[in-house]
């Protein structure tokens, strides 16, 4: 915000923050240079990305900032000495590809904080290279970012990480080759970077990571949304409206200046020329899970439904296709891979009639919720805090068939708000018991991991000859759980069992059982500390 011509700025900062219960990540398309001015003068923003791991990362980018500004420097004032030459004027150092901060992950806490990063210096902003008549022209990363810092989020501890990823690369961008390292192996310059500039290994090193695990490698990561991926899966000859069929006009001799073009029997270049991804939802989906259940089993991927290729439809649908080939991969064996996933159908519609992805909404409002009553509340029935409407609009009977085939969570329109119907997921988590495929139960366990994981490497770390005050430390911690009704049972003592037992091998290992307060019988925990490593296992009692 600026004041008296540029003379006095506010630049929007978060006070010291809590950490949140989880943090939210988002992987999209951006085509903007950010303000590193702001970028280096945020402290927060640059502690939490160091405590993520990238301070080398940083350092170099600091360096090729100052080079270039030294360069910009030297050339306004060459400039204002040779403005009367302008032949011999120098030519402007060219802006580095890394100041994009493309393959960084970036935390915001806030839109504003966004939009000071990424200014939008020109009138208007840059289209998107894939054009569909239904997507549009234009990036949802900026329409997610907008919904999910709603009103509830600002009051709470938040932090969402977005990631942007070069849209020339399509939807390989958000995927993971099988060649790629692990997280938690940050790239590190190596013999071959050490000649090249500070820039030039900046964007090698960004660019050695695919963007995905990189937001994996996020220590506190409990929800991933995806809004771009969603947007190359919407087929680009898909309309709002289907194309008018009018009959053949008869033949007839008309002036050379008539005009005969209707509108509506010509066919747009976006037919013959942009690529349909939609098709390939169901594939590009698995290669996502199983990087995720590889990596990360504790993180759930908010992803929307896509829609049905058929054009001659009255309105758009969901995809018949992708229905059809999720059946299939419920009868397969890695059908478990569909827990980590939350399906969501249909997208939003401003009133403009631009569309944009439903998951930032949710997973908002997933956040609001979780801090303030638990992560084993749903959202299922709560009024969504926008002013979109869904596209389209689904039905009652319609509604119902989807929450069971093939087992998507559906918005819906209620006493004109927005409500989620379910937050179902298309597998049950645990194979064996029908009733527990719903999305809450899934963040349960995965918050449940995080939280024992935290609290076994604070037993190993800071606690590590402690052993009795360890199990007193893990009984706090499931007593608490108890008083906030994520357990059942009238005494603590019926809610969980933590049993201590040392292995052959010298392992201290503590079991634990416990009763929650959703549809599943129980769930065994194990953790396993021996010289500093620390293992966990869950699973069904």
């Known amino acids: 915000m600026n004041f008296n011509f540029g003379r006095v700025r506010l630049l929007p900062e978060t006070r010291l923050h809590r950490t949140p219960l989880f943090d939210v990540a988002m992987i999209g398309h951006l085509e903007q240079v950010a303000d590193l001015d702001y970028f280096f003068n945020n402290p927060a923003m640059l502690a939490d990305i160091r405590m993520a791991g990238y301070g080398d990362l940083l350092d170099l980018l600091q360096a090729s900032y100052s080079h270039y500004k030294i360069e910009l420097d030297q050339f306004q004032r060459a400039n204002k000495k040779d403005s009367a030459d302008v032949e011999n004027a120098g030519q402007q150092p060219e802006i580095p590809r890394a100041f994009s901060l493309q393959g960084l992950p970036i935390p915001l806490r806030s839109q504003e904080e966004f939009q000071q990063l990424f200014p939008l210096r020109d009138a208007a902003p840059a289209a998107a290279s894939f054009i569909s008549r239904l997507g549009g022209n234009y990036f949802w990363l900026p329409l997610a970012i907008a919904d999910f810092f709603q009103a509830q989020v600002l009051q709470l501890p938040r932090r969402l990480w977005i ?47 695919p963007a995905l695990l990189r937001a994996l ?32 006009p008869l033949p007839a001799f008309l002036p050379c200046s008539s005009n005969t073009d209707d509108g509506v029997l010509e066919t747009g270049a976006i037919d013959a020329e942009a690529p349909d991804a939609s098709a390939f939802f169901v594939a590009h989906l698995q290669r996502l899970l199983q990087v995720i259940a ?27 296709l992708a229905v059809e080939q999720l059946q299939q991969w419920q009868k397969n064996g890695d059908a478990k891979l569909l827990r980590h996933v939350q399906l969501i159908f249909p997208y ?50 319609l509604c119902a068939q989807l929450r069971e085939t093939p087992g998507l969570a559906v918005l819906r329109e209620e006493n004109a708000s927005l409500v989620l119907d379910d937050e179902r997921i298309a597998v049950p988590y645990i194979a064996d018991q029908p009733s527990t495929n719903s999305g809450e139960l899934a963040r349960f366990i995965g918050g449940l991991q995080r939280a024992l994981e935290n609290l076994g490497l604070n037993l190993v770390f800071e606690n590590q000859f402690a052993i009795d005050q360890s199990e007193i430390l893990l009984r706090d911690f499931f007593t608490r759980l108890h008083v906030l009704g994520a357990l059942r049972g009238s005494r603590p003592e019926d809610a969980f069992s933590l049993r201590r037992h040392t292995d052959v091998e010298g392992q201290v290992v503590f079991e634990i059982e416990i009763a929650p307060a959703i549809a599943l019988d129980s769930i065994q925990v194990d953790l396993r500390s021996h010289q500093n490593n620390l293992q966990m296992e869950v699973r069904n009692g």
């Open 217 to 248: 490698d996020l220590p506190n990561l409990g929800l991933l949304c995806l809004p771009d991926f969603e947007r190359l899966h919407i087929s680009p000859s898909l309309t709002h409206i289907p194309r008018l069929r009018i009959a053949n």
């Open 348 to 397: 939003l519609q401003d009133s403009r009639g631009n569309l944009s992805s439903p998951c930032a909404l949710l997973a908002g409002q997933t956040l609001a919720t979780s801090t303030r009553r638990g992560e084993w509340r749903s959202v299922a029935g709560v009024a969504l805090p926008t002013l979109k409407r869904t596209f389209p609009s689904i039905s009652l009977k």
């Open 163 to 209: 990631i942007v990823v070069p849209q020339s690369l399509g939807v390989d961008a958000f995927m993971t080759p099988d060649a790629a390292v692990a997280p938690g192996s940050n790239a590190l310059i190596d013999a071959e970077l050490k000649n090249k500039s500070s820039s030039q290994q900046l964007e090698e090193l960004l660019a050695r990571q």
């Open 294 to 320: 590889r990596f990360r089993r504790d993180v759930n991927l908010l992803l929307a439904f896509p829609f049905d290729m058929n054009r001659n439809a009255e309105v758009p649908r969901h995809s018949l």
